[in-house]
């Protein structure tokens, strides 16, 4: 017991650390919005496990959006607020995460999150729809590529996956490239860390990952902050990192449809991304010799943060293209 007092004691303090200063003025196109007015565009679905929060804006052409890890579907706004203009936008926060509730009890997974997904579209009477997808999003993607390739096959269709747009994220298991934070809080002394997680160690970590030119502002990080520490999100981490051994475990089907699938995709990958950024897609070229990607050079992990005009714009030249 002393060992993990002493043990967590360590990596608090050196999850306290950090020098990586907020962006003077924010990488956005469009106006920012308080984590309030988020929370008041949207409504709340009722799933079997709690209250999901939801986001439904915009006509034409579905757009479902899946966020990432840590953080919510607000990550999203700036992108949704140019994509409305043509498109419904629908967007819900996770289960565990942002403004969705944060059940203590249960074993997150992969099923339970894409169960909810398609209860959201069903309620929601989508018949047809893209994807957008980022970090954790992604393997929620994947296996809703999985499970519609399995419907096609069986003709139990209840909805058309047209295509998914890829953000960074752990397409490939073997590829990515945990944070220190990450992997504090998926080891042995994590259910004892997550209990003193503050805002400062927040901000520290989620700074690292973006690119230098384009780091969220002083405000921008407060705001989401706000969004994450609903219901005390953060202290729940552990539980919701577990999804790095679930992507090992099931790496065959989930990146079966990457390799082997007929569903369309595009890659917008944010290349000086330390977690899943340019190496990622060497990984993809390297098992496929495909070129049906976007590299942004000076962009870190959050592109639909740190570049949406660009990545608004690569989304809709994908969706053209489908048609």
């Known amino acids: 017991m002393l060992k993990t007092i002493y043990l967590t004691l360590f990596f608090l303090v050196t999850l306290s650390c950090g020098d990586v200063a907020p962006g003077a003025n924010s990488p956005n196109s469009v106006p920012w919005v308080s984590a309030e007015e988020w929370k008041l565009s949207g409504n709340y679905i009722l799933s079997k496990y709690g209250k999901i929060f939801t986001v439904d804006k915009g006509q034409g052409e579905v757009i479902l959006f899946l966020h990432g890890f840590p953080t919510s579907s607000y990550d999203y706004f700036p992108i949704t607020e140019i994509l409305k203009k043509d498109n419904r936008v629908l ?34 009477k989508v018949t047809s729809l893209y994807v957008v997808a980022h970090d954790y999003g992604v393997t929620a993607a994947q296996e809703m590529m999985s499970r519609a390739i399995e419907r096609k096959k069986n003709n139990t269709e209840t909805f058309q996956l047209k295509g998914v747009v890829f953000l960074n994220g752990g397409i490939f298991p073997e590829s990515h490239k945990p944070r220190f934070m990450q992997k ?44 994450m520490n609903y219901q005390d999100g953060p202290k729940n981490s552990h539980k919701l990192l577990h999804y790095i051994e679930e992507r090992n475990t099931n790496r065959t089907r989930f990146v079966s449809p990457i390799l082997n699938g007929d569903i369309p995709f595009v890659f917008i990958n ?34 639909q943060l740190e570049s949406d005009a660009r990545v608004s714009e690569e989304i809709k030249k994908f969706i053209a293209s489908q048609k």
């Open 270 to 303: 944010g290349s000086a991304d330390p977690v899943s950024g340019d190496h990622v897609i060497q990984r993809y070229v390297e098992l496929t010799g495909r070129d049906n990607f976007v590299k942004l050079p000076e962009i870190g992990h959050y592109p």
């Open 91 to 124: 967007l819900l926060d996770f289960l565990g995460y942002g403004y969705s509730d944060k059940p203590k009890e249960i074993e997150y997974s992969f099923k339970i999150q894409t169960d909810i997904v398609e209860d959201f579209l069903k309620q929601k």
């Open 184 to 227: 504090v809080l998926v080891s042995s002394i994590g259910k004892y860390v997550v209990k003193y997680i503050t805002k400062g160690m927040f901000q520290n970590a989620f700074l690292e990952v973006f690119g230098e030119k384009t780091r969220p502002t002083a405000s921008e990080l407060e705001e989401t902050w706000t969004v």
